[in-house]
């Protein structure tokens, strides 16, 4: 619908330089509500974050997504508009989130949307959506239930720190792969505020 898709302008690819190389997470723009003023800041998952990662280096990636929804034609990653990454301003291994400062906000051809936050409880069976970037590929859209809230996970081996509180789904249009994580985990009834954001998993695949 027309609101899922100002939303979706929000949402941006991240690649992460690392020593051993680099990841690709997801990432979605987040409105503070203690200003007017819309600043450039990210919200995505801390895992993506772990190990040294300098901010300046996070690069993020605008409206990579098909022009249309059936046999769209997906832009060459050279022609997107790309910010870069300013400040890591906080990190939570236990919630497995991370919050970020881009040195500026690019506005492309279908706008710029900040999004809403809710810190309400979520209810079970309630309707989710999620948008990410699976696997570096263009944009998708993920519909999925609430089946479990407050739910404590282990995001290695090793389970340490534990990951907590977080918040379960179980998908009914679409799945979510490596390259996903820290994308919005939206409430369409509640105008599409952010409750959450992607963290673990399942391994999925269209075969399975």
């Not at 409105?31 to 600043?39: I, K, M, Q, S, V």
């Not at 300013?86 to 939570?92: G, N, P, R, T, V």
Request: aromatic letters at 4%.
């Amino acid at each position: 619908d027309q609101t899922a898709g100002k939303i979706s302008t929000a949402v941006a690819m991240l690649i992460i330089p690392k020593s051993t190389g680099q990841v690709q997470c997801t990432g979605a723009l987040l409105n503070n509500p203690a200003t007017a003023a819309l600043e450039p800041l990210m919200i995505t998952a801390n895992h993506c974050m772990k190990g040294a990662v300098d901010a300046e280096s996070i690069d993020v990636i605008w409206d990579y997504r098909a022009d249309t929804c059936l046999n769209g034609k997906v832009p060459d990653l050279d022609t997107l508009l790309h910010s870069p990454g300013f400040e890591i301003l906080a990190q939570d291994a236990v919630l497995d989130g991370a919050l970020l400062k881009l040195e500026s906000v690019a506005v492309g051809p279908y706008g710029r949307a900040w999004l809403g936050w809710d810190t309400r409880a979520v209810a079970i069976k309630e309707t989710v959506h999620v948008m990410h970037h699976p696997q570096g590929e263009d944009l998708r859209i993920s519909k999925a239930h609430v089946t479990a809230v407050d739910v404590t996970a282990c995001l290695d081996l090793a389970c340490c720190p534990e990951a907590k509180q977080q918040i379960e789904v179980h998908y009914d249009e679409g799945i979510t792969q490596g390259g996903s994580s820290g994308a919005p985990l939206l409430l369409p009834k509640n105008n599409y505020r952010l409750s959450g954001m992607l963290s673990n998993g399942n391994t999925h695949s269209c075969s399975t």
